[in-house]
């Protein structure tokens, strides 16, 4: 499941790094992790959180659903937990439909300068 594609192969990011591939604040990731125990990731000694690429995947599907979708936090909580595959494939179809689109757009637009 992709939303937006990560950087570089690493296996933690910064909260800052998540936040900023998901468009959102750090606050907003830290809440999340209030509100769905499934987000949970590791922390150093000192408190710094270290996301794997599970946990991104997870807070995109999250974004999918809240912020695109408009679900209520419960509604999003309660159809990740009894439906989290089946939406992890459904919000990569349209991840890819949406990257299609895109590719589309920008051939008709380069096919429209030679017009």
């Not at 910064?14 to 209030?34: D, N, P, Q, Y």
């Not at 959180?49 to 807070?59: A, F, G, P, V």
Request: hydrophobic content about 35%; aromatic content about 8%; charged content about 30%.
């Amino acid at each position: 499941m992709k939303k937006n594609k990560l950087p570089t192969t690493k296996l933690y990011y910064s909260i800052g790094e998540v936040a900023k591939m998901l468009h959102v604040s750090c606050s907003l990731l830290r809440f999340w992790e209030t509100k769905f125990p499934a987000v949970n990731p590791r922390k150093t000694s000192t408190g710094f959180r270290h996301y794997t690429q599970k946990d991104i995947e997870l807070l995109q599907l999250i974004h999918y659903l809240v912020k695109e979708k408009g679900m209520t936090l419960d509604g999003a909580r309660m159809r990740i937990a009894s439906n989290r595959d089946k939406e992890e494939e459904l919000f990569q179809a349209i991840q890819q439909l949406k990257e299609a689109k895109e590719k589309l757009l920008a051939m008709r637009k380069e096919l429209d300068m030679y017009e």
